[in-house]
Every structure is written in C-alpha cells, then in structure tokens.
C-alpha cells in the first residue's frame, strides 16, 4: 500500500515542547493514515506522552503544528477536537451505570435516545460485553472497566483515537487479550489509533508502524518487522528484542570480529559495535564448524524456557547469548566447548 499520495489523517509537523527542565519532545514530525495503529515507543521520559497529550489538546506545543484531516487543531480546545483518549486508569465515573458512562457523550451532542440505545447496544458487542448496561463499575474487572473506556472512546466516533498505556495496569495474561481485542476492533471499525507504551513486545504486536522516541526525539520510523530485523541505531538495537553486543572493526560492507568478517548491511568504519540477536547465532555441527567464520563457544548455563533454551556461553570476542532448540539443549554441559556461528550480523558506529 502506497501511502504518499494520500492526506494523512493525522500530521505533527515539527512539534516542539521543552519543559523547565529542559526535558520534553526536541521537534517531531509523523504522518498517521486513516485506519493505522501507530505506537510512539520509548523508555520512560522520552516524550511519548506529552505528544499523544498535544494530539489531544492536553498540551500545548512550543511551537510546530498537528493537523487532524488536513486542518490544525491547534486552537480547538480538547473537548472539540476529533480526538477522544484512553487513558491507563479507566476513568470511569464511579457512581453512574455502564450505560450512563457510555451514554453521557452522546447526551451533550443532543443525540435522540433511541439512537444512544442502539449506538451503547453496538458498542458493548463490539467491546464483548453485551448485556453489562445495568452494572456499576465497581462490579467489573479491571480488563472490564478498560473495555467500557475503549467502549465509551469509540461512540464519540473520533478520527484518531489516542491510547496512553491503556493496558499497562492490567496482569499478563489479560494485557495479551487485550492487544487481540483492539486490533480487532481497529480492522472491523478502521479507526485511526496511535497508542503509546513503554512495552516493546506490545508495541511489535499491535502496530502498523512503531516510532521509537528517545530524549524527546524520534530515533527510527518504520513497521515493526523492520524495527526488529533492520534497527537504525545502536539505541534501536538495544531498546527492541534481545541482543548480543560485541566490539569489531568496520571495513566498509563487512565488519571484522575477532578475525572472523561477516557482511554487514550499512557500511561502516573503524571501531564499531556489532549486533547479532540470540535466535541467529546457531550450533554448527562438525563440518560446518571448519568454518572458518565460526567461533569456540564455552558454555556457561543452559536456561531451559519451555520449546527452546537460552544459553550463556564465553567466545574470544566476549560473552554472548544464544537461543537453542531444547532438544540440542540437552545435549550441552557447562564447560563444553562447542563451534558456533553468527548468521547474522549489524554494525554501529559507537
Ligand atoms: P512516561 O512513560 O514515564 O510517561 P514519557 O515518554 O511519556 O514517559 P513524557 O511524560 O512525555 O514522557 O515526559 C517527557 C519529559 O518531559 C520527561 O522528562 C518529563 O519529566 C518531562 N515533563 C513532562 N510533563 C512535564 C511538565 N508538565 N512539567 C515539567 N516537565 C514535564
């Protein structure tokens, strides 16, 4: 799908918001499409919030521009923006029925009782929680209650709903659920949604495309795929999956680790840092590892997860991690020393 011709549904264009401090967002600029789920993802204090905050009218910038559907909504204060937010407490007003939580919106818009019947009736389908109406929040899980707020963001019908961590107060099991449920309501409504969160599993799960923030600027733009098989920065890399890191030596397309040199996509020079991730180091048997890429390995402790293993073992180049099915985990022993090979490798400047 080619996206340039098209408006973006949303546009920050060069937004800017230092605090005191001296901390905040240094100039971001992002296009979301209609029917996209874009994560902003980043450690905590890199800005995340105070952009989805400024989406919604919370915030207001030093200086760029957000455009909603091609018109700035700089001026527009939050509660007329086409905006609506979900926030990671649920926000629910306690003392009123699920149905009056979801109906006051449409209340104040003057909308005829019959249509919020129906419209709360839909919502609450499409949220699986038909037939809840009568019950007070208190009487719901928590994962309820966070449904009920998706539910009552999604009647006011907004152009970009915007989700601040909104299953980080939720456990595991139910977080996972969650990420299910809001991908389906995002294809059957194809609603425009940018969602912040600190979870880089969360983020690789449920985005079209994720923007990785750092110190209040974005450090890569991309799908999640990319993010994960093509990090553009040794803070990309260290941020997403699991990673080796290890000193070599840049010439040019490939890079040297300890005398072995393995292709690299982006050219480097002089001392660098090359990443390799645990799931492409593998075992070589015996004649693959007269390779002569290949490297000693001594194993330190074999860690048995379930389908697979994760290895601590020491090389010439430095320690590393690997990931091992569990059948050939069985077979090694603390102190043995086994070939092993990168399949692949990444390099950065330091
Ligand atoms: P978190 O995940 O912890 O919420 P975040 O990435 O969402 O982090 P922001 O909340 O956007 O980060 O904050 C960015 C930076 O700006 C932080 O250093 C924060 O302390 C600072 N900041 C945010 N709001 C204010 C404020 N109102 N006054 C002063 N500093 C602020």
Redesign the pocket.
């Known amino acids: 799908m080619t996206m340039t011709n098209r408006q973006p549904q949303l546009s920050i264009q060069n937004f800017q918001k230092i605090?005191?401090?001296g901390?905040?967002?240094k100039g971001v600029s992002l296009d979301v499409f209609k029917g996209e789920l874009v994560t902003l993802l980043?450690?905590?204090?890199?800005?995340?919030?105070?952009?989805l905050?400024a989406v919604g009218g919370f915030q207001e910038p030093d200086s760029g521009d957000i455009l909603i559907e091609g018109k700035s909504v700089l001026k527009v204060p939050p509660e007329k923006r086409p905006t609506a937010m979900v926030f990671q407490s649920y926000n629910l007003w306690p003392h009123m029925t699920v149905y009056d939580n979801l109906a006051f919106g449409l209340k104040i818009r003057g909308r005829k009782k019959e249509e919020i019947r129906a419209a709360v009736d839909k919502v609450l389908h499409l949220v699986r929680l038909p037939g809840t109406e009568n019950k007070m929040p208190s009487q719901l899980s928590g994962g309820q209650q966070q449904r009920i707020a998706v539910a009552r963001a999604l009647l006011l019908d907004p152009a970009v709903l915007l989700l601040d961590?909104p299953f980080s107060a939720l456990d595991a099991k139910l977080r996972l659920e969650m990420r299910e449920e809001l991908r389906e309501i995002q294809s059957s409504t194809g609603l425009t949604m940018v969602f912040?969160t600190?979870d880089q599993e969360e983020a690789l799960s449920i985005s079209d495309r994720i923007v990785v923030?750092n110190s209040?600027r974005i450090e890569q733009l991309d799908s999640p795929q990319r993010i994960y098989d093509h990090p553009e920065s040794l803070f990309v890399a260290q941020f997403i999956g699991r990673m080796n890191f290890l000193p070599a030596q840049g010439e040019g397309s490939v890079v040297d680790i300890q005398g072995r040199r393995f292709a690299v996509e982006r050219p480097v020079e002089g001392a660098v840092t090359a990443a390799i991730r645990p799931e492409d180091i593998v075992l070589l048997d015996g004649e693959e590892a007269k390779d002569q890429l290949s490297f000693q390995a001594t194993i330190r402790q074999v860690m048995v997860l379930g389908h697979y293993a994760e290895v601590t073992a020491d090389t010439v180049a430095g320690p590393i991690k690997l990931f091992v099915p569990r059948e050939q985990a069985a077979a090694l022993e603390h102190g043995q020393s086994v070939p092993i090979g990168f399949m692949r490798v990444t390099a950065f400047h330091r």
Request: proline fraction near 5%; glycine fraction near 22%.
């Open positions: 605090f005191k401090t901390d905040g967002v980043g450690p905590s204090g890199c800005g995340k919030t105070t952009v905050r961590e912040v600190h923030m209040g």
